[in-house]
């Protein structure tokens, strides 16, 4: 298997909204066929408590299965 060098892999910004939001996390739907995301509401980086039709975004890159 080729060896893949993780520092030279692309980050990507990715943006989406808010669709769902309980009191431990929240559910996060990107844009263009992306899917969605449940997260805890800890992980989220804001300065005011989030709302439904919120607009978010991250950097993500490629996920890598773990060799075994």
């Known amino acids: 298997m080729r060896e893949i060098d993780v520092y030279s892999l ?3 910004l ?3 909204k808010i669709v ?3 009191e431990g996390d929240v559910v996060i739907q990107f844009d263009s066929r992306l899917g969605m995301m449940r997260i805890p509401l800890r992980m989220l980086i804001t300065e005011k408590y989030p709302q439904t039709g919120d607009e978010v975004e991250l ?3 490629y996920v890598m299965v773990n060799k075994q």
């Open 10 to 12: 692309p980050i990507n």
């Open 14 to 16: 990715i943006k989406g």
């Open 20 to 22: 769902d939001l309980s």
């Open 59 to 61: 950097y993500m890159s």
